[in-house]
């Protein structure tokens, strides 16, 4: 069964330093998401792709956080300096094309504490 | 706003039945998915609600009322391993999914 691919799946890294996170979304995929879980809170949206287009980056902030999807396929997010509030869950999810009903399919995502 | 809620937690017992539910109020409506996320892993796709009525899916049926701007997950023949959070995620005008926090249900034997 095909899967959304992410690493690492946990990270620790001091405050100020650089952490970088991948994903390989399931084959065919052309929309890929980007999400930030805080524990027992609903996944917020960071930035959408579609293809190697950015669709939505509105709620990414952008001094320190940084995405790419160069070749439409597997995409990394980045964040620089890290800062204590970034510790939560970086979830990838995967759909077919954007909007209608189109099923998201998540990644098991990678855990962040920043000491 | 855009504004989903759902109960923070809920507890229940082996073999008997629960109902989630979930109530918004969005800028327009072009759906309400149900995913299970169990602690530490990733969410998974439940079920999908469009148009008003019951979806059933073998232990796990979901019901929508758009009028009412309400959808419930009801979950049958309650096992151990359906200990989860439950989210609800409805999809708006533009096509984006606004996430509810999640129900928490904690199921006792």
């Known amino acids: 069964e095909a899967e959304v691919a992410q690493s690492p799946r946990y990270k620790i890294t001091e405050k100020s330093q650089a952490v970088a996170f991948w994903c390989d979304p399931i084959s065919g995929h052309a929309t890929l998401y980007w999400y930030r879980q805080i524990l027992g809170q609903g996944p917020e949206l960071l930035v959408q792709f579609q293809d190697e287009s950015v669709v939505d980056d509105s709620q990414l902030p952008k001094d320190r956080f940084s995405a790419e999807r160069l070749k439409g396929v597997d995409s990394t997010l980045k964040i620089q300096p890290a800062e204590l509030g970034d510790s939560a869950m970086y979830l990838c999810?995967?759909?077919?094309?954007?909007?209608?009903?189109?099923?998201?399919?998540f990644g098991a995502g990678t855990r962040l504490s920043v000491l | 706003g855009q504004n989903i809620d759902q109960p923070t937690e809920m507890t229940a017992t082996e073999g008997a039945i629960v109902q989630i539910n979930c109530t918004y109020q969005?800028?327009?409506?072009?759906?309400l998915f149900w995913y299970q996320q169990h602690a530490g892993e990733a969410p998974t796709f439940l079920s999908y609600?469009?148009l008003d009525g019951l979806e059933e899916k073998g232990r796990f049926s979901s019901f929508l009322s758009r009028s009412k701007g309400y959808s419930y997950l009801l979950l049958k023949e309650l096992q151990m391993k359906d200990s989860a959070s439950y989210l609800c995620a409805v999809l708006d005008s533009n096509y984006q999914l606004i996430w509810g926090a999640g129900t928490k249900l904690i199921i006792k034997p």
């Open positions: 969005t800028s327009g409506f072009n759906g």
């Open positions: 609600n469009v």
């Open positions: 999810a995967s759909s077919l094309e954007a909007g209608d009903i189109n099923i998201q399919y």
